[in-house]
């Protein structure tokens, strides 16, 4: 079973540039999350898709940060315009909801700087 | 009060020697746990998930869990270099709009000295 892609590995920008994610979860999983995770710190959500329906944004800024899950399946994240602070690893997870299991499979990330 | 809380370490254990690491929430009803390992540059992996109060086993991994304490923890027998790493604790809850909602704390790194 392959597992969740994502692409690009890493990416290097200027400030104020915008920068697209793509992410391709585990076959079949319907919940798909964006997470950032500076260094140092744990995964914090970004977004969580439940098939092509956001479930929780709460915490994206969405001034400069937009993400989309079109039929259900992969997803792009953007960052538009892009700020120092943005630097840091994107994540993507997916998971298989099945009885009280809410397991997440993590793709290889991609590592932001913001220069 | 953050809702996953854990020390940031560093723990160090010599090897071959039991690792402790714990972990409090703050969601009474939080449903389901899970323990997550992250090597430097690496992303997470899931290695247990615990759903009921007591034990859980496999492999050189325990995770305990006591929901009236609102604790849950890992230990790790026989300690190797290889589990050097950092571990993070995940919380499966509510979130506010009624869905599932899964949050992470910030980690313990891990340091086996050989």
């Known amino acids: 079973e392959a597992g969740v892609a994502q692409s690009p590995r890493y990416k290097i920008i200027e400030k104020r540039q915008s920068v697209a994610f793509w992410c391709n979860p585990i076959?079949?999983?319907?919940?798909l999350y964006w997470y950032q995770q500076i260094l140092g710190q744990g995964p914090k959500l970004l977004i969580q898709?439940?098939?092509?329906?956001?479930?929780?944004d709460s915490q994206l800024p969405k001034d400069r940060f937009s993400a989309e899950r079109l039929k259900g399946v992969d997803s792009t994240l953007k960052i538009q315009p892009a700020k120092l602070e943005d630097s840091a690893v994107y994540l993507c997870?997916?998971?298989?909801?099945?009885?009280?299991?809410?397991?997440?499979?993590f793709g290889p990330g991609t590592r932001l700087t913001v220069t | 009060q953050k809702e996953v809380e854990q020390n940031s370490g560093p723990l160090s254990v010599p090897e071959g020697a039991i690792a402790s690491l714990n972990c409090t929430y703050s969601?009474?009803?939080?449903?389901?746990f899970f323990w997550y390992r992250q090597y430097s540059g690496k992303s997470p992996e899931l290695i247990m998930s615990?759903?009921?109060?007591g034990d859980k086993e496999d492999g050189r991994f325990t995770a305990q869990l006591n929901k009236a304490s609102q604790y849950v923890s890992l230990l790790i027998r026989d300690s190797q270099p290889s589990d050097s790493a950092t571990y993070l604790c995940?919380?499966?809850?509510?979130?506010?709009?009624?869905?599932?909602?899964?949050?992470f704390g910030t980690g313990t790194k891990l340091q086996v000295i050989p």
């Open positions: 995940a919380v499966k809850g509510l979130g506010s709009g009624g869905y599932q909602k899964v949050t």
């Open positions: 615990i759903y009921s109060n």
């Open positions: 997870a997916s998971s298989l909801e099945r009885g009280a299991s809410y397991e997440q499979y």
């Open positions: 969601d009474r009803v939080s449903q389901s």
């Open positions: 076959s079949g999983h319907a919940t």
């Open positions: 898709f439940q098939n092509n329906g956001v479930v929780d």
